[in-house]
């Protein structure tokens, strides 16, 4: 009885903070732009232009896929054409 009330207890909170620990939407870029930035100067030039879209598009694709039909073919695999695999 006591590891169901600590599981529903564990399960409540999480479910309570989840909102609060921001893991989806605006950080994705602050992120990677950080994570380019601490890169050795070789590896960044080696993005080139990518580099921006890389840490402004590319990193939110899961979060827009579902709000930009222009997006979706990104989150498609060639096995299942038309059927997104993010889960949204």
């Given at each position: 009885m006591t590891r169901h009330l600590v599981?529903?207890?564990?399960?409540?909170?999480?479910?309570?903070l989840?909102?609060?620990?921001?893991?989806?939407g605006g950080p994705h870029g602050p992120?990677?732009?950080?994570?380019?930035?601490?890169?050795?100067?070789?590896?960044?030039?080696?993005?080139?232009?990518?580099?921006?879209?890389?840490?402004s598009l590319y990193c939110a694709l899961p979060d827009l896929v579902y709000s930009r039909a222009d997006l979706a073919p990104y989150a498609m695999m060639d096995s299942r054409p038309g059927v997104k695999y993010l889960v949204g």
């Open positions: 599981f529903i207890a564990a399960s409540f909170t999480t479910v309570l989840a909102p609060c620990a921001h893991a989806w992120i990677t732009r950080a994570a380019l930035d601490a890169l050795p100067a070789w590896q960044q030039e080696a993005f080139g232009a990518e580099r921006q879209p890389l840490a």
